[in-house]
């Protein structure tokens, strides 16, 4: 339990002895000053001497390690759960803007062969507030360097859409309570076409990205096995109507993997799939991981990269190549584990 899995009804009961005006001071205190109740000088001091020791107000991670990089504006920890297991969520500063990248799960079930937390395997679903708490985190230490945290990307440890329930009720509580813009939270799948199919349904403007990486089913079955269960036809036919229900546009997520999905024959497939939902594609050099299947994979060298980018835009297709940020200390797309730094 996280003090941030209650909501208000939950706070005020946990507070009903109490004038009703003490559960809006708590939440907004949780909420707006990112604050422990235990320092929340408005209360009594009575009070936060007994909401210190309250067990729903515990907090629910534990910062077992924090790593920099990138010249301070990459931030990685790793984050023990008073539930049991381990996550790792990485806070990017840039120029104008500086994102989290939270998971959603104690590891992953998904087994896509080019990434860390596959390897890892899956330990157990993120409550809510587990969830809540990541994003309080780094906008605490966003606070302290005089930044503010202002998106949002589901793009760590585990498959969003397998959590559905906990993973929306923390996106509401994000942009309710938080104050970060629906339109500057991410979610991100490997292609689980009832997430997609209930994302559609959301009135919430909250962007999607689908992780693509295979633009027919014979590869995409080798790097992603959900492929199996939602092959492409049904993960495209989602997606469409999700772009025909919201009229939001779509990113393709793309690992280049030298070798595997970067010829010209892959980029013209992409570009079919791409123009045809008129998707943006993010193409993301395959960075190293340790240990398991994907270190047997290498990423596309430069060169490689521009060629594949520059046939995407000759078919029409805005493509853009991510930059890497936190690879020095394993923090960068798809290096996300719980096992030592490299």
């Not at 020791?53 to 984050?79: N, Q, Y």
């Not at 302290?144 to 793009?155: E, G, K, S, Y």
């Not at 990486?213 to 036809?233: C, K, S, T, W």
């Amino acid at each position: 339990m996280s003090r941030y899995d209650l909501d208000r009804d939950g706070i005020a009961a946990l507070l009903a002895d109490l004038p009703r005006f003490r559960t809006g001071q708590l939440w907004e205190g949780l909420y707006s000053q990112l604050a422990d109740p235990a320092e929340l000088q408005v209360l009594p001091a009575s009070l936060r001497e007994r909401l210190a020791t309250e067990p729903a107000l515990a907090e629910a991670l534990g910062v077992e390690r924090e790593l920099t990089a990138d010249a301070g504006t990459t931030i990685k920890w790793l984050l023990s759960l008073a539930r049991g297991g381990r996550i790792e969520a990485v806070l990017m500063h840039h120029p104008r803007r500086s994102t989290v990248c939270v998971s959603s799960q104690a590891g992953c079930a998904m087994a896509c062969s080019f990434c860390a937390t596959g390897d890892a395997g899956f330990t157990r679903q993120l409550s809510t507030g587990e969830i809540v708490e990541q994003v309080v985190l780094a906008a605490r230490a966003a606070r302290r360097v005089a930044r503010r945290l202002d998106h949002v990307v589901f793009m760590g440890m585990g498959e969003p859409f397998a959590n559905f329930d906990n993973v929306w009720r923390a996106v509401e509580r994000i942009i309710d309570d938080l104050g970060i813009a629906a339109r500057h939270v991410t979610l991100s799948t490997v292609g689980v076409v009832p997430g997609i199919r209930r994302l559609a349904e959301s009135p919430r403007q909250v962007n999607l990205a689908v992780s693509l990486h295979a633009a027919n089913d014979a590869l995409r079955d080798e790097l992603v096995p959900l492929n199996h269960q939602y092959p492409l036809g049904q993960l495209l036919g989602a997606c469409a109507d999700y772009v025909a229900a919201t009229h939001r546009r779509i990113s393709f997520e793309w690992a280049l993997i030298a070798g595997v999905n970067d010829s010209d024959d892959d980029a013209d497939e992409l570009a079919t799939l791409a123009a045809g939902l008129r998707a943006h594609v993010n193409l993301i050099p395959l960075n190293p991981t340790p240990g398991g299947i994907a270190r047997q994979l290498a990423g596309s060298p430069r060169t490689r990269v521009l060629a594949f980018q520059a046939r995407l835009g000759r078919r029409g297709v805005n493509a853009t190549v991510r930059r890497t940020r936190g690879r020095a200390i394993a923090a960068a797309c798809g290096q996300l584990a719980v096992g030592p730094t490299p």
